[in-house]
């Protein structure tokens, strides 16, 4: 087949098939006497597997190692993965669908309606009031549970217990005294000490083993200077405690 029915085959446009040729991602097939490319059943799969890799949010890398894999299987084998792939991303999408319609159908959509189930039952028992601090914490909790999910509602779970309650609104309201002090402020060190004792060494673990990364940058980026000073040093206090 030619080019151009490769690529409606496999819902992709001409120029990307020519661009996965660029990159190596598709070696270039066999060509006819009279220049134009020949491509197979092979191609089409091996096409079919960069976009869908590709979706899953591999990197090029990362595709270019599955391909040369492929390379040496049979190509049953290699449909049958390919199956198995659009199968995970149409469980995913039906999750997705299936979650969106239950936001459809609530008569009072408010901003803890969109994490998931898990999450959002963790939140109705997690401390706020009129804390500007729990509030602000609530909104990056729903974030990090986009891609968390009920993983992150079990580490929080032991924080809404009617003893961690109190003592959580408690914390929040002084995180509020810290909007417009300044880094030094004596009640920053004691403040993330006693965070460093609040929360579930599960939390912990997770909180320091993240990696590297901007992620710290992104949580502090709404705080003030003595509150994101306080979350620096939390996190310096649990790796330190291990």
Request: aromatic share 4%.
């Amino acid at each position: 087949m030619r080019i151009g029915e490769l690529a409606a085959l496999v819902g992709v446009s001409t120029r990307t098939v020519r661009h996965y040729h660029h990159l190596g991602l598709m070696p270039e097939p066999e060509r006819l006497v009279n220049g134009y490319r020949e491509y197979r059943l092979r191609d089409a799969v091996a096409l079919a597997r960069v976009r869908r890799l590709a979706e899953l949010g591999l990197s090029l890398d990362e595709i270019r190692d599955v391909l040369a894999d492929d390379q040496g299987r049979e190509l049953r084998e290699v449909l049958r993965e390919l199956d198995d792939d659009l199968a995970r991303q149409q469980a995913a999408l039906a999750a997705r669908r299936e979650r969106l319609a239950a936001l459809l159908a609530s008569p009072d959509l408010g901003p803890d309606s969109t994490v998931s189930p898990e999450m959002a039952a963790v939140l109705r028992d997690l401390p706020a009031g009129a804390s500007a601090f729990g509030a602000l914490d609530r909104e990056l909790l729903a974030m990090i549970d986009t891609n968390a999910g009920s993983d992150l509602a079990d580490l929080l779970r032991p924080l809404t217990s009617p003893e961690a309650q109190a003592r959580g609104a408690s914390l929040y309201a002084r995180m509020d005294e810290l909007a417009a002090a300044d880094v030094a402020d004596p009640r920053v060190g004691a403040l993330a000490e006693e965070l460093a004792d609040y929360l579930p060494p599960q939390m912990a673990a997770a909180m320091t083993g993240a990696g590297p990364g901007h992620w710290m940058d992104t949580v502090t980026a709404e705080m003030s200077a003595a509150q994101a000073e306080v979350f620096r040093r939390l996190l310096d206090l649990l790796r330190e405690r291990g």
